[in-house]
Structures are given as structure tokens and as C-alpha cells.
């Protein structure tokens, strides 16, 4: 039972990260990453080329983080003044693209068969008994670390800014070119986060393949970020982990009760998905886990008691 | 060879045109880009395919049938969802828009299953002329391509409705006070996106099979000629969409066929680069 | 003898965006026939008034009626069948069609006959001569002043009792006003009541029945031309 705990935990810990990544690019920025799990996948793929090939568990991370970021930088760089649907399109192509090139490149990625043993970080250290509470561990530690390191963003100018571009337009509009290259840079770094994601998933599971990664995770993630209501990350935890245990629980339904097979229940759960974020989308656009969030006190609020953080209700924005 | 080739090209871009031109029309009255075009493109097909090979229609009538059931469904679909989001933010919608098209790809997926399906259709003959093949199927895309892109223009250009549409598209507010409902606009607007759909539907099911993932995977390249035209124009839909279907077949002549639709996103990323408001378009810049 | 219904009533008008009301409790019964002017500084919710009217925006209180016929909680498209013809002051006309597409569009969604179509037709194009051989042209091609006689034109298509105009003279030459305000009193003369919005006074002094002061969205003064000349002073009133 502890193992299927830890478990879920990783789980929803790989979550957490692609939570905070699309809570950036889109809760903040207003940046639509409709290829998210491309990029998920090319972390995965690039953090298990690098660990393969003997570089070390710290290497692959980083070379995930790099690569994802140029992706995201190059995509955004691309769509720089136009408008959402661009980037929409270009991120949503980037996947699908990712995905082709995952599934083909067979002399890279092993194709449909994936890559397997992949070296994990650690293992030299903790007996082979232990591994996962100490992976999870180090899970954890990494997601409140770049946790911090993302409420630290959000307080500095830098974050100031991006939210003030969020919540007015003319803003925007007189900050002119600085305001594209802060988006970019919020969406590079949303984009390493997501390689970082990609690449502790690589070292969980040590064998990935192709159809690992399907678009219900782009789906989820926004399904978490917006029940967490967006630009909030304490309350994507929240969303986070609400998701994961929604798709635990239809896992068990499914083994309990028969009347659909595997197939028919991913099928269920992306009606599930898309309807979930339809209905948010139309009633609760500013999230569920807003207000409990803005009553709490937190470390990090200013000193005049007022809370920093707050997702504008959409109606709000012009 | 190379003339074969762009036939062939000629014959997707063809393809393309109706799926790109309804995403250009929703695109300007509705001021979104729809997501989901692919989604109801796959709902099309099935439409069809449940009345040619579950009741045995002809596919003529079913290919009828399907377009005026995904017009009914785009209407409920509007009514239910974008009506309620109609004056929200464009990023809002085209999530909203994802959503729909996760629902309604899986709706099919989950009462077809992920297999492929064929139309019920007598084996189509094909043709030879100056050393270039053309089979029926090829045909039957061509005419229906051609009878919705003449509708089209007949509508917007010579009737009453495609009056209304442009008024609308160009300025809801003036529409309005010179007596046009924008709702009753909008619901005719998602009837015609459905009729342009579900022909559409039907061609690609013809020449690939039905699957869940149809429409998923044309979503980049029906994007492609509409952002090459430019978002909004309905001449350069067309004019992007042959232009992509060309470039697309060309293109396995160089590189493996399996990345086929990876030419879309390079076009898309290509074109934004070097001009983003396409061929005929006038480009969107962030507010 | 009973007074026949006033064309427009404005009864308590407040409207605003999000709680700051722009337009305070305006109330103004206006006779069929008149040509009735609301004058004021800027920002005093003149255009707002007129959007009111217009149905473009909702009332926060109070009743709008034109003739027998009540207009509050009327869509605009509604407005325009029970009589009323609205210009705005800015975009009135629709660019990218042609002036006969401008005309047509104008009155085909009224559920009027064909017949009756082509009766408004031909009444408007000979009020409006300028337009008749250039029906094929794009609209966005004409000039300020052309702009400005078209969207009258297309205001009128509908044949309505009541014509409101939101600063018809805004940005035109002296010369182009004269004609404007020219085409204004034809159309007045047809029995076409006006509830005009002008920044220009001398003008809408000139051929006004009755002129409002709105400031700061209160009426402060309501008279005819010559009683205003008489007793006030626009400065003073303007800053009240």
C-alpha cells in the first residue's frame, strides 16, 4: 500500500511541475501552450539521451531544462506581437511535431519500442530497497525548490510587471518592447520547468516510449490549473492532486466495475477533461481554489497584510 | 513524378479549402480561432459513416445527412458553450474551444473505437490522361470542393445572409442598430461551418479511412491554409489551402512520409516569420 | 383634444458602466417634429445618452418610450423596427461592402416586403442623389463628409419616426457641416423627429427647436434657442 502511495505521490509531484510551467506561460503570461506535453516529451527523451550516454543524472536535467527552454523561447520568439492563436497553433504543431519525430527517429528515440534502463540519480547511494521514498524525496525537494524560486519571480519586478500586463492591456501597451521579451523569458522558463518534469519522469519510470505521452496530460494540466485558478500555484497543488486522485479513482472503477475497457475509459476521461474545462471555464473562470486562497495568510505577503497573488476574475479583463 | 505530385497536391489543398474556409469564417464573426475544427471534422465523418454503413445510405445522402446533423450539433454546441463565453477573452475561447474538441473526438472514440473504418462505396475506377492518374475518388474531392467554394462566394457576396455575416464580422454594434441580430448571425454562421464540415468530412474520410484521430491530425494543416491565406480572408483560404496541399505532397518526396503533417507546422512557423498576416490577410497584433 | 404621444420620452434615464453612473436621472419628453439638440462639455454623457437611446447600453433606471410604443428593454435590432434610426458618431458605416450593400443591409432584416424594401430604396436615393451612380463602390473609399451622408442615408432606410444622431458634424469642414446640418432640416421637414447630440452650438442653436445642457450627466438647462441666447451664459453653465 506505501508503494502504491509513493507512487501516486511522484505522480502527482510530475504534475505539480507541469502545473507551475503551465501556470506561468498561461495563468501569468496569458501565454495558450496547447503543445505542453511536446515539450514534456522532448525533456523526457532529451534527459534520457544524456543519462544513457553516461553524462549523470544532474546532466540530464539540465540539458532537459535547456532544450525545452530554447523550444519554448524559439516558439514564443516566433509569435512575438501577434495574437494567442498564434502561439496556440505554432505550440500545439511543436507537439504534434515532437511526437512524429519520437515515434520515427528509431536510430534516436528507439521509436515505438522507447529507450530503456534508464540510469537513475542517486542510486549509487541508497539501497535498491529504499529507492522510491528517497527518489520521491528528492522529488519533492526539487518541487518546493523551484516552487520558491517561482513565488520569488512573481514578487520581484520582473513578476510586477507580468501580472500588471495580464490585468491591463494599455499597460501593455506602453511598456511596448520590453513587454515581449518578458514574455518570452516567463515562457523559456515554463518550458524548463516542464524539461525538469520530463526528466525526473524518465528517471521514475526508466523506460518511455511514445505512447506514454498523449495530449490527455496537455489537458489535465489545464484542468489543474484552472481549478487552482490561474496564477495561483498554491492552489495548483490543489488542482494537481485533485486530478490525480480523479484518475486514480476511475482506475479502480474500472478494475471494480467492467462495463468499459481500457480504451473506452481514457476515451471517458478526456469527455471527462473537456468537459471539466468547459464548465469551469464558463462558471468558475477564476478557479476554485482562489478564494480559499486569498483569505489564508501566507510567508511571502506583504507587509500591509495584503495579499499578493490574486487571479483577476475573467469578467475583470476588459 | 513531379506532375503527379502536385495533381495530388492540388487534390489535398482542394480538400483542405472547406474545413480552412469554415475556420476562416467562424474566425472573423465569431473573432476566435476554433480549436476544434478538427474535432468536428472527425464528427462529420462518423455522421456520415453511421448513415452510409449502419443504414445502408448512399453516400450521397449520407454525406447530405452528416452535414446537416453536424450543423444541428455546431448550433447546440454554440448554444451550450460559446454563447456563454461570448464576450470573454480570445485565449479563453480557444481553451474553451480545446475542451469542445476533446469531448466530441471522444465521444467517437468511445462509442467507435480507436479503428479505422471505411465508407460503404462500390471500388472507384480511375483515369489516365497524358501520362497522369486521377482515380474517382480524387473527382468526387475536386466537385465537392469546388460546389462549396462557389457557395461560399455566392453567400457572401449575393445574399441577404452573407450580408448580415460580413456586417456582423466587420462591426456588431452597427449590425445591430441597422437591425441584425448578432445571435440569429452567429447560429446561421455555425449552420454553414457545418454544412462546409461535414462535406469535408466526408472527403477525407473517403481517402483515409475514418478514425478518432482524423481530424486531429488535419488540425495543423487546415490552421496552415488558413494562416497562409490569412486568418480572415476567404479567397486566401482557398488560395492557402491549395498551396499547402501541393507543398505537403511535394514534400514526401524529399522527406519520409510520416512527417507529412510536420510540413504544416514548418509553413505555420515559416510564414509567421516572414509575413505574418499570410497572402491576403491583415495581421493580429497582441492588444 | 389630447396632445399626441411625445416621439421620445425619456423618463429618469441612469446609465453608467460598472456602478459610476455616467448619465443621472435625465428626463425629457420631445414632440413629434422637433429637432431637439443636447449640447455640453465633453465627458458630459452626451454619447452615452445616446447609446441609451440607441439600446447599446443598459439603463441602470428609468423608461424610454418613442411615440405609443415602449423602447426600455428593447434590443437595438428591436429599436430600429419599432421606429427609431440611430447614426453613431464614429464607424456608421460598414467599409468593406459597397454603398449598396450598405443600403440593402440597412433595411433587410425589418421583415419588411420586397416591395416595401424598394419603396425605402428608392425614397432614401432621392434624398440622398450622391449615392446613386456609385452603389458598385466600396464604402471605405468615400470621404469624411461622404461617410457621414451615407450612414444618414442608411439610417433612414428603415423609415424611422425618430432619427438620432450622435455629433453628425464631428470632424467635417464648415462647408460639409452646412450640408449636413442642410440634409438635417430636409429630413426634419418630412416629418422625421430629431434627437441630435452636437459639440458644434451655434449651429445647433441655429436650427434646434429646443436645446439641453447636459453636465456632468444632469440636464442644467432646457429651453429654446432664443430663450437660451436670452438667459444664459454657455461658459458659466458649461463649468456649473
Known sequence: ?318 | MIAQVVLNGFITGLALALPALALTLSYRILKFANFAVGAMLTLGAYFAFVLNVTLHLPLIVAAIGAAALLAATLIATDYLVFARLRDRTAITLLVASIGISFIMENIARLIFGNGSQNFNVAIMGGYQRWNLRFNAEQGYTAITAFAGMIAVYLLLGHTRLGRSMKAVADNPELAAVRGISREAVIRRAWAVNGVLLGAAGVLVGLERGIDPQLGWSYLVSVFAAAILGGLGSPVGAVLGAMTIGVVQELSTLVISPNYREATGFCIIAFILLLRPQGLLGTVSLKK | MTSPAPALSLRQISAGYQGANIVNDVTVDIAPGEIFTVIGPNGSGKSTLAKVVAGLIPTAAGEIWIGTSRLSGLSAPERVRAGLGYVPQEFNIFPNMTIGENLAVAVEFLGRSRGAMAKRREAVLAMFPEAGDRLRMRAGLLSGGERQLLAFACAMMSGPKLLLLDEPSAGLSPIMTAKIIDRITSINKTGVTIFMIEQNVTEALRISTRVMVLVAGAVRVLASPTEFGAKYDLHKVYLS
Not at chain 1, 18 to 33: E, I, R
Not at chain 1, 227 to 249: F, M, P, W, Y
Not at chain 1, 274 to 291: D, F, H, K, M
Request: with cysteine; net charge neutral.
Open chain 1, 1 to 318: 500500500m506505501t508503494a502504491y502511495l509513493v507512487t501516486i505521490l511522484i505522480f502527482v509531484c510530475i504534475a505539480i511541475l507541469l502545473g507551475f510551467a503551465l501556470n506561468l506561460q498561461w495563468g501569468v503570461c496569458g501565454m495558450a501552450n496547447f503543445g505542453l506535453v511536446g515539450f514534456f516529451t522532448l525533456g523526457a527523451y532529451a534527459a534520457a539521451l544524456v543519462a544513457l550516454s553516461g553524462a549523470g543524472s544532474l546532466a540530464a536535467v539540465a540539458v532537459a531544462a535547456l532544450v525545452c527552454a530554447a523550444g519554448s523561447a524559439g516558439l514564443a520568439l516566433i509569435s512575438l506581437r501577434l495574437s494567442d492563436e498564434y502561439l496556440a497553433i505554432l505550440t500545439l504543431g511543436f507537439g504534434q511535431v515532437i511526437g512524429l519525430v519520437a515515434l520515427s527517429e528509431t536510430w534516436l528515440t528507439g521509436g515505438s519500442l522507447g529507450l530503456s534502463g534508464i540510469p537513475r540519480p542517486l542510486t549509487g547511494l541508497v539501497p535498491e530497497a529504499n529507492y522510491e521514498p528517497v527518489f520521491l524525496l528528492l522529488l519533492i525537494v526539487s518541487v518546493a525548490a523551484i516552487y520558491v524560486v517561482l513565488e520569488l519571480l512573481q514578487r520581484s519586478p520582473f513578476g510586477r510587471v507580468l501580472r500588471a500586463i495580464r490585468d491591463d492591456d494599455v499597460v501593455a501597451a506602453t511598456l511596448g518592447k520590453n513587454v515581449a521579451a518578458m514574455r518570452v523569458k516567463a515562457f523559456a522558463i515554463g518550458g524548463a520547468i516542464i524539461g525538469v518534469a520530463g526528466a525526473f519522469h524518465s528517471f521514475y519510470l526508466t523506460y518511455i516510449d511514445p505512447s506514454q505521452f498523449t495530449t490527455a496530460i496537455t489537458g489535465y494540466t489545464f484542468m489543474a490549473v484552472i481549478i487552482g485558478g490561474r496564477g495561483s500555484n498554491k492552489g495548483l497543488v490543489l488542482g494537481a492532486a485533485t486530478i490525480i486522485a480523479l484518475i486514480e479513482s476511475t482506475r479502480f472503477l474500472k478494475d471494480a466495475v467492467e462495463i468499459v475497457d481500457a480504451g473506452q475509459l481514457a476515451a471517458l476521461r478526456l469527455i471527462f477533461v473537456g468537459a471539466g474545462l468547459v464548465l469551469v471555464l464558463i462558471y468558475r473562470p477564476q478557479g476554485i481554489a482562489s478564494e480559499y486562497q486569498l483569505k489564508s495568510a501566507s510567508l511571502f505577503d506583504r507587509e500591509d497584510g495584503r495579499p499578493i497573488e490574486a487571479a483577476p476574475a475573467e469578467g475583470e479583463r476588459s
